[in-house]
């Protein structure tokens, strides 16, 4: 890809021309990393797992606040994007191994995603802004030993700032296009007995950037945020802490708006460009309004010889989604209403030790869920003349559904009850061997899973399934020098399974598994003034969930198991480097080379399908550059340049696809430290710019029907500008 080209001579450039004397060189070194991906503090070179992280500054620069922004690219391997119809509810995949669909609450995902050690269920919930984030990790790959289930293609961990203990306060301000106004408070309390508190009050809001001409009713795109948490910090001695947080907020988003990349019936013909204004007044639109609650403990006792830690989690989201597809989906203007309710609750007891030679950590862990799922179809746009005049509204919406001759949609209700236990262990040892320079890591974990499920429609369904699972990892590590390792690993996981609601018959699907085996080599050189990363690894998918249609009725979808293997190989490379003072210069790659076979339709009489890897470019990398000029007396100047590019790829496993390759450019100018006159408090001031070049690039697409009568595609923001002022002290 002639981009990546261009970054590898710009990189090498660099190398060769930074000269300096030795004091600068270690002025110049890059920060070190301590990451907690082992279920302990250790640094990111020292630890045999492929993975990436952004700090708290490289958040910041990027204007990064939560998981949701990161859809852009900024990790190579790592592809986010907001769900078709619900921008709160997100799809995470790494290495191509994604949710299926989010919008079901019968199936889990493929990555895991962790807020300060609690897993996050449903993928509903994962575009919370609230906390002041540290870092965010991304490991690569799967993680079945110390994350468990649902990590087959690797888990993110999103690591939040504690309380400092000292009277502070941080004040923020964004105003942008599209009425783009934000607004966050942060307030560090003074300790008191050994307790910190912090509170945090979030508020934004923004229009949409697609106009629905109906008067009185939202426009696609549009949202509105509101929030707070609690966080306490309390450490009772020098062996006893707890930490605890609460977090409440409710957001109001517009669904993102579907154009027609192909419009086979040729009611309204193609829209291959972006559309700022809706092909017709769209009534009824109402966003969809998601509230999110959530407790959290965390007990730290520390021993001489170990420390043991006890995370207690509960968690409730409550989803009232409303979808208008504006008749992209035909099913005359077809409407979707839904009400989620989900509970959550867990406990994770770690046990942390090691000595010289040893490290090691056992975990015991419990997950109990409960989900509701309320659904409603409806139709508000009479497409074919079914009932008047052809394109009129239908007023009130109705429930009649063509697809079958007459009959009303019912309501579609659906409850899942899901239970997980979990036992494991993980151990590193350094034999007094080769100068103590090779590492042995062996973990393991065994799971049991408990799920029932119900389906009222027309009449009562039932699927209750329960799987026990034995997984693990082995990985040697080789340390050729201090700044020099080199590992191989092998590591398994799997998906739990579970059952498409959406299914005749209610059948439900078993587990997915993956297998792994992966090389890898850390390296820090030129004085610690440069980072190489590179993993090299070939995955093996069995028993992969793939979703069938069936061709007489596509509002029929049956999950089953993959009669045939799939494979996904690659490459991923990470290289941070600071050539002369002041600059450094970030780079991620991925390479991904994937293989599925064709699957034998159930609902065709075992017909041949052919099927894709979905989220998997074969080609995508990002780009980060950052340059602080020299302190002076009106403040610090630095300027931020990155860029995310990627190949095109699938965005389902399966039907018509529409793909799109695209690079996007996002800037900042900012001055911190600004004199303000007073030696107290710290004044930054940044303007910024997000998609800079206005690139027209699809984060969606889908066909409707098999075969495709229609593909439709969604496209990402245009070019948004704003103002960012913070002050705290």
């Not at 009489?605 to 979905?614: D, E, R, V």
């Not at 302190?631 to 095109?648: E, F, K, N, R, V």
């Not at 495709?708 to 002290?729: H, K, N």
């Amino acid at each position: 890809m002639k981009g990546i080209k261009f970054i590898s001579v710009l990189i090498f450039t660099g190398m060769i021309s930074g000269l300096a004397t030795a004091e600068i060189q270690r002025r110049n070194a890059l920060e070190e990393v301590t990451v907690t991906a082992q279920k302990r503090p250790k640094l990111l070179q020292e630890t045999a797992i492929a993975m990436s992280v952004l700090t708290s500054e490289q958040l910041e620069l990027q204007g990064i606040t939560s998981i949701g922004d990161m859809h852009g690219g900024a990790i190579a391997s790592l592809r986010m994007y907001a769900s078709a119809n619900t921008p709160s509810n997100l799809i995470v995949a790494i290495r191509g191994n994604g949710t299926g669909d989010p919008s079901e609450i019968t199936r889990d995902g493929s990555v895991s995603v962790y807020l300060d050690g609690v897993y996050m269920a449903r993928s509903q919930g994962l575009a919370l802004e609230l906390s002041e984030l540290e870092r965010i990790e991304v490991l690569r790959g799967p993680q079945g030993a110390l994350f468990g289930r649902n990590s087959i293609g690797g888990a993110v961990s999103l690591v939040t700032k504690k309380p400092t203990g000292q009277f502070g306060i941080k004040q923020a301000l964004t105003m942008g296009r599209f009425n783009e106004l934000k607004s966050v408070t942060r307030i560090n309390l003074p300790e008191i007995s050994g307790v910190r508190v912090k509170l945090d009050y979030l508020h934004s809001e923004r229009d949409g950037w697609v106009n629905n001409t109906a008067p009185g009713e939202a426009d696609y795109s549009e949202y509105k945020k509101d929030g707070g948490k609690l966080s306490l910090s309390w450490q009772v001695n020098d062996l006893l802490g707890f930490d605890y947080s609460y977090d409440h907020s409710v957001m109001d988003t517009a669904q993102r708006y579907a154009q027609f990349y192909e419009d086979n019936i040729g009611v309204f013909g193609e829209e291959r460009e972006r559309q700022n204004e809706t092909r017709f007044p769209i009534t009824p639109l109402d966003p969809t309004n998601s509230e999110h609650k959530g407790h959290g403990l965390t007990t730290t006792w520390k021993h001489a010889d170990f420390t043991i830690k006890s995370i207690t989690a509960y968690r409730s989201l409550n989803v009232d989604a409303n979808t208008n597809y504006a008749g992209v989906l035909y099913f005359n203007g077809l409407n979707d209403a839904s009400v989620i309710d989900q509970n959550q609750f867990s406990q994770e007891l770690q046990l942390i030790g090691g000595s010289d030679r040893f490290e090691w950590v056992a975990g015991l862990y419990y997950l109990d869920e409960e989900v509701s799922k309320d659904l409603r179809d409806s139709f508000t746009l009479d497409i074919f003349g079914l009932f008047g005049p052809a394109l009129s509204s239908i007023d009130p919406p109705t429930t009649f559904d063509a697809l079958s001759l007459g009959d009303f949609v019912p309501a579609k209700i659906v409850d899942i009850e899901a239970r997980s236990r979990a036992i494991y262990g993980q151990f590193s040892w350094t034999p007094d061997i080769l100068d103590s320079k090779l590492e042995l890591t062996l973990g393991s974990r065994y799971t049991e899973d408990e799920k029932s499920s119900t389906r009222f429609e027309h009449s009562l369904s039932e699927s209750n399934q329960d799987s026990d699972h034995l997984g693990g990892s082995v990985a040697l590590q080789y340390h050729w020098m201090d700044n020099l390792s080199t590992y191989l690993k092998w590591g398994t996981a799997y998906k739990a399974g579970g059952v498409n609601s959406r299914s005749e018959n209610f059948t439900p699907f078993d587990e997915e598994t993956v297998k792994t085996w992966e090389m890898g080599l850390k390296s820090e050189f030129w004085n610690h003034r440069a980072r190489l990363n590179v993993a090299i690894f070939a995955t093996d998918y069995e028993d992969l969930h793939l979703d069938f249609s069936n061709p007489t009725n596509p509002l029929i979808v049956e999950t089953i198991n993959g009669s045939n293997k799939a494979e996904v190989d690659g490459l991923e490379l990470d290289l941070a480097m600071n050539p002369i003072e002041g600059l450094v210069v970030s780079l991620s790659y991925s390479y991904l080379d994937s293989h599925m076979p064709l699957q034998p339709n159930p609902l065709d009489n075992g017909a041949l399908k052919t099927f894709y890897i979905p989220l998997a470019p074969e080609h995508a990398g990002a780009l980060a550059i950052d340059y602080s000029f020299v302190p002076q007396d009106y403040g610090q100047l630095t300027l931020h340049l990155d860029i995310a590019s990627s190949d095109h790829y699938s965005f389902l496993p399966s039907g018509k696809q529409r793909t799109d390759a695209y690079s996007l450019f996002n800037a900042r100018i900012e001055l911190g430290d600004i004199n303000i006159g007073t030696g107290d408090g710290s004044l930054k001031a940044s303007i910024w710019a997000k998609n800079l070049l206005d690139e027209e690039y699809i984060i969606f697409a889908f066909p409707v029907g098999d075969p495709a009568v229609s593909v439709a595609q969604i496209f990402g923001d245009p070019r948004t500008m704003g103002l960012d002022i913070s002050y705290q002290f």
